[in-house]
């Protein structure tokens, strides 16, 4: 359905808005929700409490996904390279464009943004068609540079002691998991440690990571940063992976 549906804590519909567009990215602070519409190139912005529209910018070529970050709302193109960044406080945009060579690969499984990705004022976003990682800063809005990795990357995850980047792919390096040390922003180790890695997280302390590996039907917890198999669960075609308490 192509509009944005606002519920309340028992699902009950407050209201709806008609957009005639897919919408995705979307986000909220608490005072106002935000979200793209990715076949108008359209990103809106609306009070939470009566969904009165405040600000409605014209953005990049199919937008895709988003990660809200403090003040700053950032959205990614899928027909475009590069990101979208609102700064909620001034409501103004910027674009920030990435390198590119030649027109990219095809997206087997389009890659996701999440606050996962940030360290401090640094963003690691996931390329479109490109095995790339792309590093930008959040505050100034500006493109820093672009880290090689084996695929097309899916999710980006910073480690929570901040020491490390983990990265899954789609596509013929699916069965893979890159880690990259932060300090240097060099690759430290990949290696195949399943059939299509889905998903996977960090653990509270940063030393190990659980994955998903689907075809498998298991689900894996490795070391970091040496990627070695500690233990397997079977578990019937895993995807996403989430953590909650202990280590």
Avoid at 61 to 76: C, E, Q, S
Wanted: proline share 4%; glycine share 8%.
């Amino acid at each position: 359905p192509k509009n944005v549906v606002l519920v309340d804590e028992n699902l009950d519909v407050l209201r709806e808005i008609n957009t005639e567009s897919r919408n995705v990215g979307i986000k909220s602070n608490g005072e106002v929700f935000i979200y793209a519409l990715m076949d108008k190139d359209k990103v809106e912005i609306r009070d939470c409490d009566k969904g009165t529209l405040i600000k409605e910018f014209n953005v990049g070529k199919m937008p895709f996904d988003a990660l809200l970050y403090k003040d700053k709302y950032i959205v990614g193109f899928f027909r475009e390279s590069g990101v979208g960044i609102i700064d909620l406080k001034s409501l103004t945009y910027k674009k920030v464009i990435f390198k590119r060579k030649g027109k990219g690969e095809v997206v087997f499984k389009i890659p996701h943004f999440g606050f996962w990705g940030i360290k401090g004022k640094i963003a690691y976003i996931p390329a479109v068609g490109e095995r790339k990682i792309h590093v930008v800063d959040i505050e100034n809005m500006s493109y820093l540079k672009s880290i090689e990795v084996k695929g097309l990357p899916v999710f980006v995850q910073v480690s929570p002691d901040g020491r490390y980047l983990a990265v899954n792919y789609s596509g013929d390096s699916e069965d893979f998991l890159t880690i990259v040390d932060l300090k240097s922003e060099m690759v430290l180790n990949t290696k195949p440690l399943g059939k299509r890695i889905l998903h996977y997280r960090f653990t509270p302390d940063g030393k190990f990571i659980y994955l998903s590996s689907y075809f498998e039907n298991k689900v894996k917890k490795v070391s970091v940063p040496d990627l070695k198999v500690l233990k397997e669960f079977k578990v019937p075609t895993p995807s996403g992976v989430f953590i909650y308490g202990g280590k």
